[in-house]
C-alpha cells in the first residue's frame, strides 16, 4: 500500500488542530475549523464559563483603609445580541472605623478581549446596571448609588476571565496562529483561532 507524503502546510494544519482542544478548559465543545481560511473554533458553554468566573472570586479592594468591598458568588448569563456576558454578583461592604457591615448585590455586562500578551481573555468595557445594599443610612446610600458603579466598573475592568497555558500560547504563536475572535453565542463563548490576522 503506497502513502503519499503529508505537507509542512498540512502537518501544521493537523498539529494545530489537535492542540486547538488543549489550549482551553476541558469540558469546551470543538465547533470545527473552516476549511476554506484554516480558521477552528471551540465554544465554551455558560455552565463552563460559570466554573471558569467563579474560580477568580471572591474578589476584594480596600478603599483609603476606609472599607473592604468584597464580591462574590457570580452567576453569568449569555448576551448574544450585544456579544457580550451578563453577570450578577453578591457584595459586602465592611466598614472600618465603625464595624459596620452592609451585603447586597449588582448586575453588570461587559465585552471580552484576548490580552495577546498574556494569553488571557479579559473582561472588557465594563457596565454596571444595578447596585443595592441593604440597610445603609440614606446619606450613604445617595453616595453608594452615585459612586458605587464607577467603583465597581474599575474594580472589575480586565479581570481574566481566562488563561491559556505557556505551553500551548507558545506552540500556537510558533505556528503563527492567534485568538481572531470572540463571539457569544446562544449555545456560549466561541472562541476562533487561525492564522493571525484571518477573520
Known amino acids: 500500500m503506497s502513502t503519499r507524503p503529508i505537507s509542512r502546510q498540512a502537518a501544521l494544519r493537523l ?89 447586597g448585590g449588582l448586575d453588570l455586562d461587559y465585552g471580552l478581549r484576548f490580552d495577546e500578551q498574556e494569553g488571557a481573555i479579559r473582561m472588557a468595557d465594563v457596565k454596571v446596571n444595578r447596585i443595592d445594599v441593604d440597610q445603609v443610612p440614606p446619606a ?18 480586565n479581570v481574566v476571565l481566562y488563561r491559556i497555558p505557556d505551553e500551548y500560547l507558545s506552540m500556537a504563536r510558533n505556528l503563527g496562529w492567534a485568538v481572531n475572535a470572540l463571539r457569544v453565542q446562544p449555545e456560549g463563548l466561541r472562541i476562533e483561532v487561525g492564522p493571525q490576522g484571518a477573520r
Not at 473554533?41 to 474578589?59: C, D, G, H, V, W
Not at 449569555?78 to 457591615?101: I, K
Not at 452615585?146 to 466598573?153: F, I, M, N, Q
Open 140 to 157: 450613604q446610600r445617595e453616595l453608594l448609588s452615585r459612586y458605587g458603579p464607577r467603583a465597581a466598573e474599575t474594580l472589575l475592568s
Open 15 to 103: 498539529l494545530t488542530g489537535a492542540g486547538l482542544a488543549a489550549l482551553l478548559p476541558l469540558g469546551a465543545c470543538a465547533a470545527g475549523g473552516n476549511a476554506a481560511n484554516g480558521m477552528r473554533s471551540i465554544t465554551l458553554s455558560q455552565a463552563k464559563l460559570n466554573e471558569l468566573l467563579a474560580k477568580r472570586f471572591p474578589y476584594t479592594r480596600n478603599f483609603s483603609g476606609l472599607a473592604d468591598l468584597s464580591l462574590q458568588s457570580p452567576r453569568l448569563w449569555l448576551l448574544p445580541q450585544t456579544n457580550r456576558l451578563g453577570t450578577a454578583v453578591d457584595m459586602v461592604v465592611s466598614e472600618r472605623l465603625t464595624g459596620s457591615r452592609y451585603t
